[in-house]
């Protein structure tokens, strides 16, 4: 509370002080409308000083909670890029993955396939000994 000016029984304030206070905080003017205007300021009764005080430690909580909340939020903030970082990753790993697994699948396609000739071979001999036994058969 600094700029106060005791003069018994109560406070004196300057004007300049009282309307940057008024210019930050609009809802001071009701307290200061209850007080004295004198002509270099406004003098405030132990009643009005009790109600800025109230005011001032009313502030100071509230950006006591407004502090926590920004440090809750930071930390929310901070996890959750974490958390994006770990899904680009993780996204980026699968890409990899997919991309070789189609690599992989081209060259397949690109390479002769020797089973498949066998089996085909195999099924041409299996046609042929089926084709023999039906006319020994007959």
Not at 17 to 41: C, D, H, S
Request: proline share 4%; hydrophobic share 40%.
């Amino acid at each position: 509370m600094q700029g106060l000016i005791p003069v018994k029984p109560g406070y004196f304030l300057p004007e300049n002080v009282v309307q940057k206070m008024i210019e930050l905080y609009p809802e001071l003017e009701q307290t200061f409308e209850n007080a004295l205007q004198v002509e270099a300021g406004y003098f405030l009764s132990d009643e009005g000083v009790v109600g800025l005080a109230n005011f001032i430690k009313d502030l100071e909580d509230e950006n006591v909670r407004l502090e926590l909340l920004a440090e809750k939020l930071n930390s929310a903030l901070e996890k959750e890029r974490e958390v994006t970082q770990m899904a680009i990753e993780e996204k980026d790993r699968v890409i990899s993955l997919q991309s070789e697994q189609l690599k992989d699948y081209k060259e397949l396609l690109n390479y002769p396939n020797k089973d498949y000739d066998l089996l085909e071979k195999a099924g041409q001999a299996a046609s042929i000994i089926t084709f023999l036994l039906l006319i020994a058969n007959i």
